[in-house]
């Protein structure tokens, strides 16, 4: 059992100030990166970023860093709000998924603009994501999944992980660090009706910890204190969100063997990643036994709870509702082809074959697969065809996943499908290229 786990956490962190980086950890960094932008920028041209945008217009402030939905440079923590909302809206961010966490939208939001308005060097931000990503990842292992049944993680732990991603780029020692994880544990918050019911609230959640996470690291490196007790005391950050104290040994499982930026699952699909393993093994199953979507008289996946408790819905109006429906969203790859972009315009939730579809579509829990979640997301799929022939797969892993990771084709081939609806095709290629090869920040980027 580690003694105190924000000093651990902090000194983890701290040590990427001068770690060496291996060409594993550089490359996973800048797909990161760019896997951010390719969520972000979509986002920009939708609520609720653009409405956020409107309405902080005349509290952006003055610095130097980037506000993606309008151009326009202010503040850090005014840029973080803005950019790690819109990183949350089209469902591609990145998850650590024996966490269910999604790092990135909150840390690198937090990250790039403190690096931004800091004038830092690109290693600088990329030392400060590896370490918010350290920490955050590894809080996340301590307090799932009983966490997860109030809380969204990325909202509550992505506070933290922005805080140690400010804090580095603010020069924070382990100290410093200490506090800034010490008072983001009171600004962290986000709870599961704001994440499964109706409304905007959900995008804002990584936002808001960005932007959270960026006071803590300020106040911090002026001199500001927090309990040093925080995340494991009784009265403390996982014992007040979770079923216990915190699983400490979980989360040190591997520290200074691996870090968790190289164990991030990309996203193949813009819905939520508790459907994934069925959207992946229907689309094995289809390959292999060659039928057609009017050959299909019912299918049924068997997941774990999440999978039911949270993607059985049927009747989606929105949609933000349709990016949790696995009837929704299996009916969509099967007419449209994937469940990208496109299956969330208003042309296709609207479409009639796609919702005379969904009612073949059944869902439920299946004890086995629950016990073996979060470590392991998996599907039991079981397609029913009209000629009564009925056909099963398991799948085991999802694509995207670190056990079946994207090429780094398939995720260039993702960020440019996905940024490319909103930017130019020469800004696309000269982003996509400084974010992979080049030695300078990221700056602003013209929407189309």
Not at 43 to 54: D, E, K, R, S, Y
Request: proline letters at 5%.
């Amino acid at each position: 059992m580690i003694n105190n786990p924000i000093q651990s956490l902090a000194e983890a962190a701290a040590s990427w100030h001068q770690s060496p980086l291996s060409d594993d950890i550089s490359q996973a960094t800048r797909r990161a990166i760019l896997d951010w932008f390719a969520t972000t920028l979509p986002g920009c041209v939708q609520p609720p970023a653009m409405l956020l945008a409107a309405a902080c217009h005349s509290s952006r402030g003055n610095g130097k860093a980037v506000c993606y939905v309008d151009g326009s440079l202010g503040s850090a923590r005014h840029a973080a709000l803005i950019n790690g909302t819109a990183s949350h809206t089209v469902e591609f961010d990145d998850i650590f998924k024996d966490g269910g966490y999604h790092p990135g939208s909150p840390t690198i939001a937090a990250a790039l603009a403190v690096a931004q308005d800091q004038e830092a060097s690109l290693e600088q931000l990329h030392r400060a994501i590896i370490a918010g990503y350290e920490v955050g990842c590894r809080i996340s292992l301590a307090i799932q999944p009983s966490h997860y049944t109030y809380w969204h993680i990325t909202s509550t732990v992505g506070t933290i992980g922005a805080a140690v991603a400010a804090a580095m780029l603010l020069k924070g020692d382990a100290t410093i660090i200490a506090n800034a994880i010490a008072l983001a544990t009171s600004f962290a918050g986000g709870h599961q009706q704001n994440l499964q019911g109706e409304g905007m609230a959900k995008a804002m959640h990584p936002g808001h910890a960005a932007d959270a996470g960026i006071l803590a690291a300020m106040a911090a490196a002026e001199g500001m204190t927090g309990s040093m007790d925080s995340l494991h005391a009784p009265k403390g950050y996982a014992a007040a969100t979770s079923a216990s104290t915190g699983n400490w040994d979980a989360a040190f499982e591997g520290l200074g063997e691996w870090t968790p930026i190289t164990r991030m699952t990309v996203k193949n699909h813009g819905c939520c990643g508790h459907i994934f393993p069925a959207l992946d093994g229907l689309r094995i199953l289809q390959s292999e036994h060659d039928f057609a979507v009017e050959d299909i008289h019912s299918i049924h996946i068997e997941g774990y709870g999440p999978t039911y408790n949270m993607c059985n819905r049927p009747a989606p109006k929105s949609a933000q509702e349709a990016r949790f429906s696995i009837q929704y969203c299996i009916a969509a790859q099967f007419f449209l082809g994937a469940v990208r972009l496109s299956a969330f315009t208003e042309t296709a939730l609207a479409r009639e074959d796609i919702r005379a579809f969904m009612p073949r579509v059944s869902v439920s829990e299946d004890a086995e697969l629950a016990a073996a979640y979060p470590r392991k997301r998996m599907a039991r799929i079981n397609v029913t065809l009209n000629n009564g022939q009925t056909l099963n797969h398991f799948q085991q892993t999802r694509k995207g996943d670190p056990e079946n990771p994207l090429t780094d084709a398939e995720m260039i081939a993702k960020y440019d499908e996905l940024a490319g609806s909103v930017i130019a095709p020469e800004t696309r290629v000269n982003l996509r290229h400084q974010i992979l090869h080049s030695h300078n920040l990221p700056q602003e980027v013209a929407l189309q």
